[in-house]
């Protein structure tokens, strides 16, 4: 039955993504697994779902009949799992969610503390990694939810904001500027920036800002960790601009922490949980407790 569903999900995945690499990273197989798993559903159902070519997949008219059945099937077999496991026993479970790094050291930790305190039998297995992959393994079912910074717009997700994230600029109390209490983007720009990858939110959001006021604010140094950008930043090489939430994933008692307005820059965190899909009692339990932990915040 589970090897029948991973080939339902793979083909409802190619139906929305129409091809087969990007499909295969988004569920996490290789290219050579997910073509043989069409291969024996088309077998199993005695017919051809896609049509391929060189560059694109598309729905073969018989594809196209079968898409909305398979999606309503395994939607009732996913609820069927999560009601039969939560009627099982309430009070024990796995919870496997994705989030942003700066807030797996951070607001998580707190929130699986306080699940633990009151629902010990739970596991939670969680997977950090960069923005744009919380949102694909919330969007595939490959975890229960996601914890994230949505930048647009997504109708297969649902988000639920938890906390406001501001943007600080960070430099080492001796650095050659003696800049106010507060700056602007445009006086960041006047010198070398510190800054996460592209692929991070944090990076994501401070260009979308330089974008609306038509200003560049280009890296001297482009980092993945975020307590690896404090540290460059102590050592005087540069100003870095960070979340507070990522901030405490470093030492910042070396450096001096400076606001960023005009125009103030933050991020919504919040949960992101696939559209039209109810959460395991597992699932719901944790985000009661990450709620908690925001109203705290």
Known sequence: MLSDLKQLRAFLTIARLGNFTRTAHELNI??????IQIQQLESHLRTRLFDRNHRSVSLTPRGQELYPRIEKLVAEIED????????????RGTVTVAVLPSLAAGLLP???????????GITVCVRDTVASR????????????GIGS??????ELVWEQLVTD?????????YPWAAPDSVTLKDLAEHPLILPVRESSIRTHIEAAADKLKISLPAAYEVVYNSTVLAMAAQGLGVAILSELAAREGD???????????????????????????????AELLTAALREIATQE
Do not use: W
């Not at 919380?134 to 939810?145: K, L, P, Q």
């Not at 307005?261 to 959460?279: D, E, M, Q």
């Open 80 to 91: 069927l799992v999560t009601y039969a496991r939560d009627t099982s026993d309430r009070e």
């Open 110 to 120: 707190q929130a699986i503390h306080r699940l633990n305190r009151d629902y010990p």
């Open 30 to 35: 290789s290219q050579s697994a997910l073509t």
């Open 166 to 174: 501001r943007f600080c600029a960070y430099m080492a109390h001796d």
């Open 134 to 145: 919380v949102n694909d393994m919330t969007r595939s079912g490959e975890v229960d939810f």
């Open 150 to 155: 949505p930048i647009k717009r997504d109708q």
């Open 252 to 282: 910042t008692n070396r450096l001096r922490c400076v606001s960023i307005n005009t125009p103030p820059l933050y991020r919504h965190i919040g949960i992101l949980r696939r559209a039209g899909r109810s959460l395991s009692r597992s």
